[in-house]
């Protein structure tokens, strides 16, 4: 044969012919160490992620058979089953959450069914080789140094990272490589796995036909997910009248693949994983966007996201007990939802606690320390940025100048869209210890919401059934990411069939599908009795339907978010109070004298006699509720902290946090402010309602009215749900402070506390939060 670089056309052509259909031209020697492999033309680009080299190649169906484009198929794999999902840390996510029933009912029929137009084609699925080590993630060994190896008469120029992968491009006499650019990517399973990082939904079409013809499900990682698949499979595959004695017609279906690797992340400091979700959201950012919860899952361009997924990670660690469990918090509803959780089992989700993140570290401080301040408006970053240095203390993490990655970073700089990545878990570690755990203590500790965990960990652990159908509702409520919504849609979209389309039920999953949606639906009354026992201490039907309505307040954003951000602004009060004699390292300790506090207040007379029942004092189905707020949208978060700030008023929680004050006046005033701000808020929606009940009187006699029913409402609030008496009560409701209360809404309104001057001069604009400290 001749030397490479003197390769006749035509024996590239029938080079290329066979790179396609031949497995005997790329077949492994005696010398290779590596099982698995494909080949295709070689290509390289640069992203945020890094370099990137990939080949170019396709995956089909059809008979078994050693070829490289059929072993590929079953080689492309989803997250889910190449990690264990609950032992799968956040910053480890990759990619969206697979909609199993999508893929059942549009992508299979799409591959399978004869079209006039020819074959069905699939935009190329992209997939990066990744290191696990026992299914965990892991790094990649160091290259060795290139060698030249002889493989099936021709030169191939190879790098290898140990057992893991290796890298071979054909080379021509001079050691240059040659033009026709082939290459093989060659890597043992046990060390390295194909990742699908866009196309996912697209792979598990290809895996769901080829497992069901090669009857590869059981023993599989998704055989749990069988079900959504099988029968669906064997209905189109018999429509299309394509049999076992007939399967070559399957090899006409193909799907082009690209498959990458990160040639400088390997070694002792190659992150591939971090740069798989760099890449993953570069590749994705002009598609459909992911949901917001999966851009906090996967998104490193924001610090808030980064420290939103430690809390994640802190919860899913074994030594947790202290905490909620993981299945109490929704991170996986591929919709928005920015009041409350969606699923009935969970009493959170991971946008409360984002929002939790960027309200106490990032605030803006306004928000913090003037308690009569509405959230609206444009927030300057800088001064997000300087108050989120000063909320971790970065002056003390780090040196004034940082090295990352051979880029320098200022430290005074740093900020939510800039830091160094390769430092970032300095950051996350010092959030974790304080601001994190202190927010998950609040979740964790305070008394409705520990209650609403006990009842989750009763139900799991009272769990019965090992049939298919069970577990996969299981699954549902406490394991699998996405099944929830899988099982949803496809009950939803099989019920509508039946209603709509008589005999349509013929393509019906498999029941078990449709099944583990209905003990989904059954098993949300027998935790609200499990939640009544344990927050109310009864299973009567009376206190069922109390606590119900009780959590439809507790378990919203806006009450969540009001409880954190009253340990926000106290913290804020405490420095101010002790000035520098105050330790960051002490905010857990805070937090938990703030859980015992509200517990005093939730369990005073708790379940004694006629004596009101404060567990119900959020609720807005009692007798004088203090809580008038008709929308409990997450803004509202700021009447709620006055809630929280009433309940720490009284003895016996007071005596809880007592030490942490330097006196009671400053907490007295920020209560005060709090109380005038709400019966502020409580008379406007007052003079909304009177407009149209009472269209024939004055602005000024619907006001009057409305400050009268205002005042006398929250006068009521007081004296049944908070130990305040008549006569302190009209004293706190004096026309004096209602006076201050109007004046705090109209300069509040005046400009939102958010006015900004874009061309404001630097010399005249209010010193920064930050500053205003350093000057202390």
Not at 241 to 270: H, K, Q, Y
Request: glycine fraction near 6%; include cysteine; charged fraction near 30%.
């Amino acid at each position: 044969m001749r030397a490479p670089d003197q390769l006749s056309g035509s024996f590239i052509v029938c080079l290329l012919r066979s790179w396609e259909g031949s497995e005997m031209l790329f077949r492994s020697t005696a010398k290779n160490t590596f099982r698995d492999y494909v080949q295709g033309t070689w290509g390289t680009f640069n992203t945020p992620a890094g370099k990137v080299e990939y080949i170019m190649t396709k995956a089909r169906l059809g008979k078994d058979s050693p070829e490289p484009e059929r072993v590929l198929t079953q080689h492309l794999s989803p997250v889910r089953e190449v990690m264990d999902a609950n032992a799968l840390d956040f910053n480890q996510l990759l990619q969206r959450d697979l909609d199993d029933h999508r893929v059942a009912t549009s992508l299979i029929p799409y591959l399978l069914k004869n079209r006039a137009t020819g074959p069905a084609f699939f935009p190329p699925i992209m997939a990066v080789l990744l290191p696990f080590e026992d299914g965990s993630p892991s790094r990649f060994p160091a290259f060795d140094e290139p060698e030249v190896v002889d493989d099936q008469e021709l030169s191939w120029k190879q790098v290898q990272a140990g057992d893991a992968f290796a890298v071979r491009r054909v080379i021509d006499a001079n050691g240059e490589y040659h033009p026709v650019n082939l290459a093989q990517l060659r890597w043992n399973e046990h060390a390295s796995r194909l990742v699908v990082l866009d196309g996912q939904h697209r792979a598990m079409a290809l895996l769901a036909i080829d497992r069901t013809m090669s009857g590869r499900w059981r023993g599989s990682k998704g055989e749990k997910f069988r079900d959504f698949y099988e029968k669906q499979v064997q209905r189109y595959l018999s429509d299309e009248a394509i049999s076992s004695d007939n399967v070559d017609l399957l090899s006409n279906v193909e799907v082009p693949v690209t498959v990458c690797w990160f040639p400088d992340r390997v070694g002792d400091t190659g992150h591939a994983h971090e740069a798989a979700r760099k890449l993953f959201v570069d590749v994705n950012k002009e598609a459909k966007a992911p949901s917001e919860s999966r851009i906090i899952l996967l998104s490193d361009a924001e610090l808030v996201n980064v420290l939103t997924r430690s809390m994640l990670s802190a919860l899913r660690r074994p030594d947790n007990d202290e905490l909620i469990p993981l299945y109490a918090v929704e991170y996986d509803n591929p919709d928005i939802n920015t009041t409350r959780p969606a699923r009935w089992s969970v009493m959170t989700n991971i946008h409360l606690l984002k929002e939790a993140v960027n309200r106490c570290v990032f605030g803006p401080p306004k928000y913090l320390t003037d308690v009569t301040k509405k959230i609206s408006g444009r927030e300057k970053k800088p001064d997000r940025d300087a108050f989120m240095r000063q909320q971790l203390e970065v002056s003390k993490l780090f040196k004034a100048e940082i090295q990352d990655e051979g880029f320098p970073y200022r430290r005074e700089a740093i900020g939510n869209e800039y830091f160094p990545l390769g430092k970032v878990d300095i950051l996350s570690d010092r959030f974790s210890e304080t601001w994190g755990i202190a927010i998950l203590t609040l979740l964790s500790k305070v008394t409705p919401y520990a209650a609403h965990a006990r009842a989750l960990r009763r139900m799991e652990a009272g769990w019965s059934g090992v049939e298919i159908y069970a577990s996969l509702a299981r699954d549902a409520l406490f394991g699998g990411v996405g099944v929830y919504w899988t099982l949803k849609d496809s009950y939803e979209h099989y019920a509508d069939e039946s209603r709509n389309k008589p005999g349509a039920n013929r393509g019906k999953p498999d029941s078990d599908v449709l099944r583990a949606w209905e003990v989904i639906e059954e098993k949300e009354s027998a935790f609200e009795i499990l939640r009544a026992e344990e927050y109310l201490g009864s299973t009567a039907e009376e206190k069922r339907e109390a606590s119900k309505a009780a959590y439809l307040v507790l378990n919203t954003h806006a009450c969540q978010l009001g409880m954190v951000m009253t340990m926000g602004s106290l913290w804020e009060l405490r420095k101010k109070e002790f000035k520098g004699k105050w330790k960051l390292d002490e905010l857990s300790e805070f937090a938990q004298s703030l859980a015992r506090g509200w517990n005093a207040f939730f369990l005073n007379n708790a379940g004694k006699g006629k004596a009101r029942d404060r567990r119900l004092t959020f609720s807005k189905t009692v007798s004088d509720p203090i809580n008038q707020i008709p929308k409990l949208e997450t803004a509202r978060a700021v009447y709620f902290r006055y809630f929280w700030l009433q309940a720490l008023a009284t003895p016996e929680s007071w005596e809880q946090v007592a030490e942490r004050f330097n006196g009671r006046d400053g907490f007295n005033r920020m209560l005060s402010d709090a109380r005038g701000m709400y019966l502020s808020f409580c008379v406007e929606e007052r003079v909304k309602a009177l407009k149209t009940s009472r269209p024939g009187q004055t602005d000024s006699q619907r006001r009057k009215a409305a400050e009268e029913l205002a005042t006398k409402t929250l006068r009521k609030a007081l004296t049944n749900w908070f130990f305040v008496s008549e006569a302190e009560a009209s004293d706190l409701l004096s026309a004096d402070a209602l006076a201050s209360a109007a004046h705090e809404a109209t300069t509040d309104s005046d400009d939102n506390g958010d006015s900004i001057d874009d061309g404001e001069d630097e010399d005249t604009r209010p010193l920064s939060y930050e500053e205003l400290l350093d000057e202390e």
